[in-house]
């Protein structure tokens, strides 16, 4: 079985080396994607290649998902997957321009270099080619989490968008403070600006374009910013009890007797 990724990124590249296939690899440039062919002991071919494969995956950002299944699904025989991160509109997309071929979108929950890790999965029309790929994912450590299109769109708008917005109006609204005044609040918010900005902006700004999320963070920043002392403390609670375990006994000051500060969580 051979596989045309579309894309020579980080992703592309990761699929590549997880999937134990041969591969072929395009891109809209040409050095990447012969760099990674080299990288992974695969070939390269044109954009506009009309060759034939038993499977395309795309592996494009997700701005650009529905348009590159477009342009490639011609080039798969049996099957198309991908591995963009967005599932709605790629599956649309397979829908409509490869409805005769079998269709999965695979969208791994972790940067590439901390593989293996959980790889949300949608079959919606499985056959051997998919079946045979999502069970090298699984034997590479991986494991699938089965889940619809809406489920998992719905699920990225907390889990990537409202984050990420999250974190970056942390790092974009304070400043670095001496280690001594470090509280450990403070510590795991600072730990995970600069694992954030990190990374590569584009992805952050697509994801951004993808999903909803950042506006309900800019609508929670501002109702704490207009809060007098008890609608904050009433936003504390809402908060409090959004995230507290079902069941979980309370452990706020008001239910123990006792009042706590920052410092000493």
């Known amino acids: 079985m051979d596989v045309l990724i579309v894309g020579a990124g980080s992703m592309g590249r990761w699929i590549a080396d997880a999937i134990d296939t041969p591969v072929a690899f ?22 506009e290649t009309d060759e034939r494969f038993a499977a395309v995956c795309l592996a494009v950002p997700m701005t650009h998902v529905a ?11 049996r099957a198309i997957f991908d591995v963009s991160g967005v599932m709605g509109p790629a599956l649309e997309a397979m829908d409509t321009h490869a409805a005769d071929r079998e269709r999965v979108s695979l969208h791994p929950l972790f940067a590439p270099e901390r593989a293996p890790g959980s790889i949300a ?6 056959g051997p080619v998919t079946d045979a790929i999502c069970a090298t994912l699984e034997t590479r450590g991986n494991d ?20 990420h ?25 600072r730990g995970l600006a600069e694992l954030v900005t990190g990374g590569t902006p584009r992805v952050y700004a697509d994801i951004q374009d993808t999903f909803d999320g950042a506006d309900a963070v ?9 809060a007098d002392s008890e609608e904050l403390e009433a936003l504390y609670r809402e908060a409090a009890e959004q995230w ?11 239910a123990s007797g006792t009042q706590t500060n920052e410092t000493d969580q």
């Open 121 to 126: 999965v949608v079959r919606e029309e499985p």
């Open 244 to 254: 507290r375990p079902t069941g979980a006994a309370r452990a706020d000051g008001e």
């Open 26 to 47: 395009t891109d809209v440039d040409e050095t990447e994607a012969q760099s990674a062919a080299d990288a992974v002991g695969g070939r390269a071919v044109p954009l």
């Open 165 to 189: 917005a999250a974190i970056l109006s942390f790092a974009l609204a304070t400043e670095p403070v001496p280690e001594e005044f470090e509280t450990p609040v403070y510590e795991e918010l």
């Open 67 to 77: 348009r590159a299944i477009e342009t490639h699904a011609s080039n798969a025989e």
């Open 144 to 163: 699938l989490v089965e889940t619809t299109a809406a489920e998992h769109d719905g699920a990225m708008e907390t889990v990537q968008a409202a984050t």
């Open 218 to 226: 800019a609508g929670a920043a501002h109702r704490l910013a207009d």
